[in-house]
């Protein structure tokens, strides 16, 4: 007999999985706006209570109210946990591993209380915020954005290997040039100031004696805003290209929790799942 998670999403959980995962529907998205409120809410409780002046004065409220969500907040967790197909990849999910450390710090609080004021992570749960407001621009958007990173993984890396080349280099000449009288005492602390000085940020503390140095500085400070211009490019190519792409929905694939698919996918585009389709409202189509 197979286990529980492994059996076709129905009835109350297949009405519970939508509510909660679907901000395609009605219910889905009116329980995500008051999600998001409870989040904002809860974080600014905390807040609240690292002022000593309010604190003094409604600390039991303050207390009250931070329970009552963390509550709450779990049974929630429990909740997504019920409803999916497989528990444990949700669990282990970036979405599921937030909602975890969203209400642990309370629960830890209670042997470690300085680990309280880490309940602000939950402000990680409004990254749902791009597919609950349900507004086009926002939602393909966030889309688009995080097509172009993926897309541009490989050429970003290969830019970060030559920069990492560039300051080691950079660093090491400045080392030999300058030498420790005007600071630069090591390779590593060349290669300090050459990444502060790439990056046109120029703190101050290391400042270059020698012509020969000064003149190297000047080409570093130029350099730098090349090299800023390169990302630019790059992230600005892949966005344009993702903006092509078809439009998609927020169905989410009971099998593996990934959403995102196409307008007319029948079947996951990570596992090739049967992708069901909404059976208590209307889809909103997000739009490009």
Request: net charge positive; charged share 15%.
């Amino acid at each position: 007999m197979q286990g529980w998670s492994d059996q076709p999403t129905y009835g109350w959980r297949k009405r519970l999985y939508t509510i909660i995962f679907e901000a395609d529907t009605t219910a889905g998205r009116r329980f995500d706006e008051i999600l998001l409120v409870a989040i904002c809410a809860s974080v600014l409780v905390v807040v609240l209570g690292s002022v000593p002046a309010i604190q003094a004065r409604a600390s039991t409220l303050l207390w009250l109210l931070e329970w009552l969500f963390t509550l709450a907040f779990t049974v929630e967790y429990i909740a997504r946990l019920a409803c999916v197909r497989h528990p444990w990849r949700y669990a282990l999910s970036l979405y599921g591993l937030v909602d975890l450390a969203s209400i642990l710090p309370t629960y830890l609080a209670i042997l470690v209380p300085e680990l309280y004021y880490l309940i602000d992570v939950r402000l990680l749960r409004l990254m749902r915020v791009f597919r609950i407001l349900r507004l086009s621009a926002y939602v393909s958007e966030a889309s688009v954005l995080r097509e172009a990173l993926y897309h541009a993984r490989r050429k970003i890396f290969v830019f970060l290997i030559f920069v990492c080349i560039v300051v080691v280099i950079i660093g090491t000449l400045m080392t030999i040039i300058e030498g420790p009288a005007h600071g630069f005492t090591s390779i590593p602390v060349g290669i300090y100031w050459a990444i502060v000085t790439l990056s046109t940020t120029g703190y101050g503390d290391l400042v270059p004696r020698t012509p020969l140095g000064q003149a190297i500085t000047a080409c570093v400070i130029l350099l730098g805003y090349g090299v800023i211009a390169i990302p630019t490019g790059i992230m600005g190519a892949e966005i344009s290209a993702s903006m092509r792409r078809r439009p998609v929905t927020t169905r989410t694939c009971t099998h593996c929790m990934t959403e995102g698919h196409d307008l007319d996918a029948r079947f996951c585009k990570h596992c090739g799942q049967a992708l069901s389709p909404h059976q208590f409202d209307e889809p909103a189509i997000r739009s490009r």
